[in-house]
């Protein structure tokens, strides 16, 4: 069974240091992985995905992801915080060959300090 | 603008009515999810419709029913609401072809039952 870990529920920073929000994935076969925003009170946006292409993801607005295989990871990092990046952080996985289905993280609050 | 349209946006519903969530996609993909959102738990898939004519339970289908009723329609029914389903409902789609595929969210419903 596929399933997802965030394993910080808060983080905070001050403006202008790195971000680090961490992921672990459990899967049975190659996932495609996937890291969704949500400010408050909006919608879903894509940040980035993995889809067994190069292991290096870059995404929108600084943010990128590196799939580690053997440590089953997929960890999101931004090397200098902004106050627009307050928001919740989800990582997702995808059940490609179960008709997609997408199983989400229980999500990571990003609080960025002034 | 091509996407993911939600009906209502909003909506307070007394114990043991019922109501209907619409969503409707304009992408022709093929499959089509339901979620909801509570605070801590990330989304949670209630059903989903890998194709047009099938529909199928996800991790928590109790109360509710779908119809797909076309390739660009699924909604979500609650027959008789209870508070524990106040929350915030997504619906999303997808084309599940090949490894890089991407999914597009409604802007969501937020359900309150009092």
């Keep these: 069974a596929q399933s997802v870990t965030q394993l910080d529920s808060h983080v905070s920073v001050s403006e202008g240091t790195p971000v680090l929000l961490r992921c672990n994935y459990s899967s049975s076969y190659s996932p495609s992985l996937f890291w969704y925003v949500q400010h408050p009170n909006k919608g879903l946006q894509l940040l980035l995905k993995y889809t067994s292409a190069a292991t290096l993801v870059k995404g929108i607005n600084g943010f990128e992801a590196e799939f580690k295989k053997s440590e089953t990871s997929f960890h999101l990092t931004k090397p200098s915080a902004h106050m627009s990046d307050a928001a919740e952080y989800f990582c997702v996985v995808s059940k490609r060959n179960q008709g997609g289905k997408l199983i989400f993280g229980q999500g990571t609050e990003l609080s960025v300090k002034p | ?114």
Aim: net charge positive; hydrophobic share 30%; aromatic share 12%.
């Design chain 2, 1 to 114: 603008n091509a996407g993911v349209t939600q009906t209502p946006k909003f909506q307070v519903l007394k114990t043991g009515q019922s109501m209907t969530l619409q969503c409707a996609q304009d992408m022709n993909h093929n499959s089509m999810y339901w979620y909801r959102q509570d605070p801590g738990m990330g989304l949670r898939l209630i059903y989903y419709s890998a194709s047009e004519g099938t529909t199928d339970k996800g991790e928590v289908p109790n109360g509710y029913n779908v119809s797909r009723l076309n390739k660009r329609e699924f909604s979500l029914r609650l027959e008789s609401a209870a508070p524990s389903q106040t929350s915030v409902y997504f619906c999303a789609s997808t084309q599940p072809q090949g490894v890089d595929y991407g999914y597009t969210f409604g802007s969501g419903t937020r359900l309150t039952v009092v």
